[in-house]
């Protein structure tokens, strides 16, 4: 029976992606979700607090790589030095993501206006948690604040580049070249 099978989340995240795209969002329900691979409702809401969140279902596996890049850093690193390293080890969260399944759902976010509004408020809490962890480093308040919304930017920017037709850099190299970027914005030309 379908709904004993593993990867339930994984299907459930399949066919959301399937029904949306070929329905829209708004009518489009968990129920119809569940249905499409065998499962109920209420198993839908055991795997998602909601309909949305099936779209932002690796948020806290993206947190978790982020506090443990800081965490984890040799002492002595910058703030910028352990954001790069947060990044770096989010980044490999990506590297069995198939792309245009990632596009897929970015689509579908940038189609819905409640969705973008989620995803900046997805972004925010990334951005606060990660101060948190800088802080616990002993990084100063603004100096933690800082660097985290620079993270969450430089994340933002380089996630749309590599979802961009035709990218073909991983995620890795993009951030990498991002925050080298950031970087050099305060280096007189």
């Given at each position: 029976m379908a709904r004993?099978?593993?990867?339930?989340?994984?299907?459930?995240?399949?066919?959301?992606?399937?029904?949306?795209?070929?329905?829209?969002?708004e009518r489009?329900?968990?129920a119809e979700i569940a249905q499409a691979v065998g499962l109920n409702r209420r198993t839908f809401f055991r795997h998602f607090p909601d309909k949305r969140?099936?779209?932002f279902s690796g948020q806290s596996e993206l947190e978790a790589a982020l506090?443990?890049?800081?965490?984890?850093?040799p002492?002595?690193?910058?703030?910028?030095?352990?954001?790069g390293l947060a990044l770096?080890?989010?980044?490999?969260l990506f590297v069995n993501v198939p792309r245009e399944r990632a596009r897929a759902n970015q689509a579908i976010i940038d189609a819905e206006p409640a969705l973008r509004e989620r995803q900046?408020?997805?972004?925010?809490?990334?951005?606060?948690?990660?101060?948190?962890?800088?802080?616990?480093?002993g990084v100063s308040d603004l100096a933690a604040m800082l660097a985290a919304e620079s993270a969450a930017i430089v994340f933002t920017v380089a996630f749309v580049q590599w979802l961009a037709?035709?990218?073909?850099?991983?995620?890795?190299?993009?951030?990498?070249?991002t925050l080298a970027e950031l970087r050099a914005l305060y280096v007189p030309r």
């Open positions: 004993w099978e593993p990867g339930a989340q994984a299907r459930l995240q399949s066919a959301a992606l399937e029904l949306i795209a070929r329905q829209g969002f489009t329900t968990a969140d099936v779209l506090v443990a890049g800081v965490e984890q850093a002492e002595g690193e910058s703030p910028m030095g352990l954001v770096a080890r989010a980044a490999d900046r408020q997805k972004y925010a809490d990334l951005a606060r948690r990660l101060g948190e962890a800088l802080r616990d480093r037709d035709g990218e073909s850099r991983s995620l890795s190299l993009i951030i990498a070249e």
